[in-house]
């Protein structure tokens, strides 16, 4: 019984950390180039889509997850740096929410950001945006599209 309880824990935290990074892999694209918007509008390094999963095989927890590893990214000295080491020393991102093809909605807009001031505004967006999706199939290609 220790010995399954043992590898049922060790399965655990495999399937956990397996999930994290296929959430994190799975919620972070990068738009090269967009049409129109705001963003397009002034010149920036980088456009930079922030997706979050919310389909139905996403609890609560691992939602909340998603969201404090961008507010802890923008929060960081790291990431302000590489964000200023472009020659336009700015990028434009916003985030969205997405479950199946059809099923998907920006829940912070677009937002320049090239200092600390932008940056922490941006990860505190990110902190007071609720859940609007809660279901679905997922489908990371019907986000892209």
Known sequence: HVQTTTMNTRLHAHRKRA?????????????LAAAGGAAAQTAVDLQLVLA?????????VRFELQKRGYVAAFRHARV?????SG????????????????????????????????AVAFSDAIERAPRQLFGGGTSISGAID
């Open 52 to 60: 979050v999963d919310a389909s139905g095989s996403v609890d609560q």
């Open 19 to 31: 999930g994290i990074w296929r959430a994190i892999g799975w919620t972070l694209f990068i738009l």
């Open 87 to 118: 020659p336009n020393r700015a990028i434009a991102v916003t985030m969205v929410q997405w479950t199946g093809p059809m099923l998907q909605v920006q829940v912070v807009g677009w937002t320049l950001i090239g200092d600390e001031e932008t």
């Open 80 to 84: 302000l740096q590489a964000v200023r």
